[in-house]
């Protein structure tokens, strides 16, 4: 490989976190390469209404697409494909490689995001689009206002994610799938002052329809219904790219960064949802404006 091949900058993921570090480096005019494996969770989102500058809201494919076409104006090339291993360089930098295909790199952005793991609800993606099935009440909580809220989910996540949607005015029934005993008792007072109610037994069976709304079944034949479900079963961080290298991650998963979104691998940054638990959009874009400026100017 020649060394003009060698890119500036290599942005792995083009979603919300990697798109805008492709529109910071090629307005830095850096030769950057984005490579994008197609799945941002933007592409989920029926409608956001917490992006700055859209009071009316923009569809999550909307600004996908609005971001990419941001990045392709100032000349940054997007591939399509799935990074499956990136290594360190004789001599500094990275190669990543993909079906056949190699990168090479002075600086690495990991922009990979996480995946929520998913109930087993048949019609998920249709409940998802129809605002039924929620995953993130930071995002739409304030939309359940005065609403039925079921939150599903075990002690830890589902604990914290129920008394979080109880600020929105709504009645909020936990799902705590037999985990409630693991509730410390100082926990279980806080539920009850916040009004959740934890639901008498375990679900059996999920289902979302437009005339039924939100109906569960428990393991105790009782049926309830719900204009609102949150799913609080976790995520999982895209970071495996990142730890193969030696990159350190967080217990719940998330990749540890500096102050400039540097990775404990020199070089090796990481912006988005991998290297945060808020996954926010705005949070995204202002990682990555860190991490590609931070590069920039090593550069
Ligand atoms: C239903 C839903 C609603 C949401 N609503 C809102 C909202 O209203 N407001 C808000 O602020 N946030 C919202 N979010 C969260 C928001 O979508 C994320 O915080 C944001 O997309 C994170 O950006 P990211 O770039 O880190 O990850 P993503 O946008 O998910 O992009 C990651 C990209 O990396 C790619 N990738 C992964 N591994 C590889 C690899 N090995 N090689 C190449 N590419 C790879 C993926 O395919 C993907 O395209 C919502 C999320 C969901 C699921």
């Known amino acids: ?10 942005v792995i993921g083009g979603g919300a976190a990697g798109l805008t570090a492709a529109v910071y480096l090629g307005r830095y005019k850096r030769r950057v390469q984005v490579v994008d494996a197609g799945a941002s969770r933007l592409r989920l989102i029926p409608l956001s209404r917490n992006v700055p500058g859209f009071p009316e809201g923009i569809a999550g494919p909307d600004l996908w697409r609005r971001m990419r076409e941001h990045a392709v104006a100032y000349g940054v090339p997007i591939a399509e494909a799935c990074i499956e291993r990136l290594e360190q360089r004789a001599g500094g930098g990275f190669i990543a490689h993909a079906a056949g295909r190699e990168w090479h790199a002075r600086y690495v952005i990991l922009a990979t995001g996480a995946c929520d793991v998913a109930p087993e609800i048949p019609g998920l993606d249709h409940a998802l689009q129809a605002g039924q099935v929620r995953y993130c009440p930071v995002c739409d909580g304030f ?12 002690a830890g996540h589902g604990l914290r994610e129920s008394l979080f949607v109880a600020g929105f005015g709504n009645e909020v029934t936990w799902l705590a799938m037999q985990s409630q005993e693991e509730v410390a008792p100082a926990d279980l007072a806080r539920l009850r002052e916040a009004g959740v109610r934890i639901a008498e037994s375990a679900p059996t069976r999920i289902e979302c329809s437009q005339s039924d709304g939100v109906c569960v079944d428990l393991v105790n034949g009782q049926r309830l219904h719900f204009e609102t479900l949150y799913p609080a079963l976790g995520l999982v961080h895209a970071c495996g790219l990142a730890t193969a290298l030696g990159a350190r991650a967080h217990a719940d998963g998330q990749l540890e960064v500096d102050a400039h979104q540097q990775t404990c691998v020199p070089g ?3 912006a988005g949802d991998v290297s945060v638990d808020l996954n926010q959009i705005s949070v995204a874009t202002g990682h990555a404006a860190i991490a590609a400026t931070a590069i920039h100017n090593r550069l």
Do not use: H, I
């Open 143 to 154: 939309e359940t206002q005065g609403q039925r809220v079921a939150v599903l989910g075990r």
């Open 1 to 10: 490989m020649q060394d003009a091949d060698l890119l500036d900058c290599l």
């Open 268 to 270: 090796l940054y990481a």
